[in-house]
């Protein structure tokens, strides 16, 4: 589950704007801002969320969950290392 503050905050580290959001996740610009509109927990068809997430976690976001360190939120990925190996 993702909560609309988390995608807003996603969307900010990244640094796009709801219709690039739209663009990277397949969905209309509409669906997003309905989505970041819901009140706590998104709110959308599966299909929906889950072409979101999928799109957030490719742009380079990770999703954190509720847990004994803190509640909800965001974070960018760590970077792939450098391949010290390449020509």
Same mark, same amino acid.
């Given at each position: 589950?993702?909560?609309?503050?988390?995608?807003?905050?996603?969307?900010?580290?990244?640094?796009?704007?709801?219709?690039?959001?739209?663009?990277?996740?397949?969905?209309?610009?509409?669906?997003?801002?309905?989505?970041?509109?819901? @009140? #706590?927990?998104?709110? $959308?068809?599966?299909?929906? *969320?889950?072409?979101?997430?999928? =799109?957030?976690?490719? /742009?380079?976001?990770?999703?954190?969950? @509720? #847990?004994?360190?803190? $509640?909800?939120?965001?974070? *960018?990925?760590?970077?792939?290392? =450098?391949?010290?190996? /390449?020509?």
């Amino acid at each position: 589950m993702m909560t609309a503050g988390q995608l807003r905050a996603a969307r900010a580290l990244l640094g796009i704007d709801q219709r690039t959001l739209a663009e990277l996740a397949g969905l209309s610009v509409p669906t997003i801002q309905r989505m970041e509109k819901s @009140d #706590g927990v998104v709110r $959308g068809n599966v299909d929906s *969320l889950m072409k979101l997430i999928e =799109a957030l976690e490719v /742009a380079g976001v990770a999703l954190i969950a @509720d #847990g004994p360190d803190g $509640g909800r939120g965001v974070r *960018l990925k760590a970077a792939p290392p =450098a391949d010290d190996q /390449a020509p």
